[in-house]
């Protein structure tokens, strides 16, 4: 789902791969269902977009699990 950053009620916290060089900045922000909110940390008050919280577990686990390494 796709949604306006502003219109969640979440407590945004930025990626620890991001930095104050301008480079890639994601935040996220977990909702009170489990969902995870993601946005550019650049344009706080732009789009967001909501990963249901069982597709966002299933993302996490490919990530620690190396399917996303170049």
Same mark, same amino acid.
């Given at each position: 789902?796709?949604?306006?950053?502003?219109?969640?009620?979440?407590? &945004? /916290?930025?990626?620890?791969?991001?930095?104050?060089?301008?480079?890639?900045?994601?935040?996220?922000?977990? %909702?009170?269902?489990?969902? %995870?909110?993601?946005?550019?940390?650049?344009?706080?008050?732009?789009?967001?977009?909501?990963?249901?919280?069982?597709? &966002? +577990?299933? /993302?996490? +686990?490919?990530?620690?699990?190396?399917?996303?390494?170049?």
């Amino acid at each position: 789902m796709h949604t306006r950053a502003d219109d969640l009620q979440v407590n &945004w /916290f930025r990626s620890s791969y991001s930095n104050d060089q301008g480079g890639a900045c994601v935040e996220g922000g977990r %909702m009170p269902n489990g969902s %995870m909110a993601v946005r550019d940390s650049k344009i706080p008050h732009g789009a967001a977009f909501v990963v249901p919280a069982d597709s &966002w +577990a299933q /993302f996490i +686990a490919s990530v620690n699990n190396g399917h996303f390494s170049a």
